[in-house]
């Protein structure tokens, strides 16, 4: 099993930009969700999506959306890029959206 | 509102010395706790859960709804325990189902 998988690993972007992030959460998993990690900061909590529909949603600005797919992926997507969206961004997956969540190893978003 | 507090930023100690990890939390309803740690170059990962009761490393927390903690705790620390320690709620019974993570205390264990 090849865990929580999330690309891009790093990426830069420019002020303005969109920006896609992709998961794929472990095998049966039908769970995903996703965390900000300013440096220095504890995960923060942006979404969460289960059976392709959304089941919680953080503080975070409309810029920010995500989906999940039939195959139980999921993409986040962030608009109009901020100086402060720099972050690791964090997926993790559960069976059922309950405790049992598995980090990936994040994608490093730098906006410059 | 749900906070998650760790008071310490850095906590280092010795080889074989008792090690406790504070954290406070703040939830108007029945909060579930946990423990993720996350040691150098790997990926965030949990380390154990108030329900479950289990101890995982060593490691032990018990959640005191009076004081509103869940300190990690273990009698005698060894050299892998150094990694970045976080303590996180998620609400049970409703709302978002999001874990609120505390800051992290970052644990040195020095020979």
């Known amino acids: 099993d090849a865990g929580v998988t999330q690309s891009p690993t790093h990426l830069i972007k420019t002020r303005g930009q969109h920006v896609t992030l992709r998961c794929s959460p472990i095998?049966?998993?039908?769970?995903v969700s996703w965390y900000q990690q300013v440096l220095g900061q504890g995960p923060q909590f942006i979404f969460q999506?289960?059976?392709?529909?959304?089941?919680g949603r953080g503080n975070f600005p409309d810029r920010f959306s995500a989906r999940q797919f039939p195959n139980y992926s999921s993409e986040l997507n962030v608009n109009a890029l901020l100086l402060g969206d720099s972050a690791l961004y964090l997926c993790?997956?559960?069976?059922?959206?309950?405790?049992?969540?598995?980090f990936g190893s994040g994608t490093r978003l730098t906006v410059v | 509102a749900q906070r998650v507090t760790q008071p310490e930023k850095l906590l280092s100690v010795f080889k074989g010395a008792p090690v406790e990890l504070k954290c406070n939390y703040s939830?108007?309803?029945?909060?579930?706790l946990f423990w993720y740690v996350q040691y150098s170059r790997q990926r965030l990962q949990l380390l154990l859960r108030?329900?479950s009761r289990e101890s995982i490393k060593g490691f032990t927390a018990d959640l005191n709804k009076g004081e509103t903690s869940f300190h990690l705790k273990k009698p005698f620390a060894q050299e892998e325990d150094s990694a970045m320690y976080y303590c996180?709620?998620?609400?049970?019974?409703?709302?978002?189902?999001?874990?609120?993570f505390g800051k992290g205390t970052h644990l040195i264990i020095q020979p």
């Open positions: 999506y289960y059976e392709k529909e959304e089941r």
């Open positions: 939830y108007s309803g029945s909060p579930e």
């Open positions: 108030h329900i």
């Open positions: 095998s049966g998993h039908k769970s």
């Open positions: 996180a709620l998620r609400g049970l019974g409703g709302g978002a189902d999001g874990l609120t």
């Open positions: 993790a997956s559960s069976q059922q959206g309950d405790y049992g969540y598995t």
